[in-house]
């Protein structure tokens, strides 16, 4: 990040974070520590949110704490923002979408059976007790036609044995579904219709059954909902201007240099709260010339419990490279 668009920020009228990387309580409460240890807040926020999604528990506490926090929330989506990450959205009153932004559908992620860290659509059994019921209605249309046209027995009979050949056809498929990892996905579809409900209550972001859409409207988890199409759901979604343009590349660049999170621990950035440039280098140089002052830092003697994470912080803002991104990425998440 250049000194001129730090500038820039601090002379915004938005605090202005970032976060990437699974949407879970950790981040939740990373994010708000981040806020909370500020100084003093401005009127609005900016938060440049990249995430494949997570947990809906999660989403709507940090939704509603963005809104606790600032009297306007806006999110810049530079890359991909699915499931849960969509959900924060509905919580926000502005949506800025880059070029290469995109959501996904309100699409609740469930555990697999028998599987280890390993998650399924919430959508993937809709879609298949859909299957089921298209193609039983199918095949007793299809039986009921070709046993009535090809005898000369009732309608009334016909339908009879056309419904027990679909039954017979539909059977073996049906008893393979699991009644509580059904119940287990309509759970899930109400949470994520209940937190949106809220949500949208708290910030009208939404058209007229833009909820419903975003539940049911689309076919898989991963399905893209791009600029154009967001516009039908949400009531308040632009392209990038004046600053947030400068906003949407350095979000690139994060997602450039590998800043993107761990599994269980998020990057998250105050992106308003980083060090000028010139302390950065004096810093860098006083780590070169004095091997005790590095051995102090390192031990915590220096007394600053976030001397790594604001060094990762001043690497990043004054573009340096880094020579071992998944170290540095461990230090920000600290």
């Given at each position: 990040?250049?000194?001129?668009?730090?500038?820039?920020?601090l002379d915004s009228e938005y605090d202005v974070y970032c976060y990437y990387g699974q949407?879970?309580?950790?981040?939740?409460?990373?994010?708000?520590?981040?806020?909370?240890?500020?100084?003093?807040?401005?009127?609005?926020?900016?938060?440049?949110?990249?995430?494949?999604?997570?947990?809906?528990?999660?989403?709507?506490?940090?939704?509603?704490?963005?809104?606790?926090?600032?009297?306007?929330?806006?999110?810049?989506?530079?890359?991909?923002?699915?499931?849960?990450?969509?959900?924060?959205?509905?919580?926000?009153?502005?949506?800025?979408?880059?070029?290469?932004?995109?959501?996904?559908?309100?699409?609740?992620?469930?555990?697999?059976?028998?599987?280890?860290?390993?998650?399924?659509?919430?959508?993937?059994?809709?879609?298949?007790?859909?299957?089921?019921?298209?193609?039983?209605?199918?095949?007793?249309?299809?039986?009921?036609?070709?046993?009535?046209?090809?005898?000369?027995?009732?309608?009334?009979?016909?339908?009879?044995?056309?419904?027990?050949?679909?039954?017979?056809?539909?059977?073996?498929?049906?008893?393979?579904?699991?009644?509580?990892?059904?119940?287990?996905?309509?759970?899930?579809?109400?949470?994520?219709?209940?937190?949106?409900?809220?949500?949208?209550?708290?910030?009208?972001?939404?058209?007229?059954?833009?909820?419903?859409?975003?539940?049911?409207?689309?076919?898989?988890?991963?399905?893209?909902?791009?600029?154009?199409?967001?516009?039908?759901?949400?009531?308040?979604?632009?392209?990038?201007?004046?600053?947030?343009?400068?906003?949407?590349?350095?979000?690139?660049?994060?997602?450039?240099?590998?800043?993107?999170?761990?599994?269980?621990?998020?990057?998250?950035?105050?992106?308003?709260?980083?060090?000028?440039?010139?302390?950065?280098?004096?810093?860098?140089?006083?780590?070169?010339?004095?091997?005790?002052?590095?051995?102090?830092?390192?031990?915590?003697?220096?007394?600053?419990?976030?001397?790594?994470?604001?060094?990762?912080?001043?690497?990043?803002?004054?573009?340096?490279?880094?020579?071992?991104?998944?170290?540095?990425?461990?230090?920000?998440?600290?």
């Amino acid at each position: 990040m250049t000194e001129e668009l730090y500038q820039e920020i601090l002379d915004s009228e938005y605090d202005v974070y970032c976060y990437y990387g699974q949407i879970n309580r950790h981040g939740y409460h990373q994010l708000s520590e981040t806020i909370e240890i500020k100084t003093s807040l401005k009127e609005k926020v900016c938060l440049i949110l990249c995430t494949v999604g997570g947990d809906p528990d999660a989403g709507f506490r940090m939704a509603r704490a963005l809104n606790h926090y600032y009297n306007s929330v806006e999110i810049l989506i530079p890359d991909i923002c699915k499931s849960a990450g969509t959900l924060v959205c509905i919580g926000a009153h502005k949506l800025i979408f880059g070029d290469r932004g995109e959501l996904g559908p309100l699409d609740i992620q469930i555990s697999k059976p028998d599987e280890m860290f390993e998650s399924m659509s919430g959508l993937n059994i809709a879609q298949a007790i859909n299957a089921l019921q298209n193609e039983t209605l199918e095949a007793f249309r299809s039986y009921l036609v070709d046993i009535r046209t090809g005898s000369k027995i009732s309608t009334k009979m016909a339908a009879d044995i056309a419904t027990k050949m679909a039954e017979g056809f539909i059977k073996p498929i049906a008893g393979k579904i699991d009644p509580i990892m059904l119940g287990e996905h309509q759970r899930a579809m109400t949470i994520a219709i209940e937190y949106g409900e809220r949500l949208n209550k708290m910030t009208e972001s939404l058209h007229l059954n833009g909820l419903n859409d975003l539940v049911a409207r689309y076919p898989s988890h991963n399905f893209v909902i791009d600029r154009r199409e967001a516009r039908e759901l949400f009531k308040q979604v632009e392209k990038p201007s004046d600053i947030f343009v400068k906003l949407y590349y350095t979000g690139r660049l994060l997602i450039d240099k590998g800043f993107t999170g761990g599994l269980e621990s998020p990057f998250i950035l105050d992106l308003s709260s980083i060090q000028q440039p010139e302390d950065t280098q004096h810093h860098e140089e006083s780590e070169t010339t004095n091997q005790e002052d590095r051995e102090n830092e390192e031990t915590g003697h220096h007394g600053d419990p976030t001397g790594e994470n604001a060094e990762d912080q001043q690497h990043f803002q004054t573009g340096t490279e880094q020579t071992d991104g998944n170290t540095t990425q461990d230090n920000e998440q600290q």
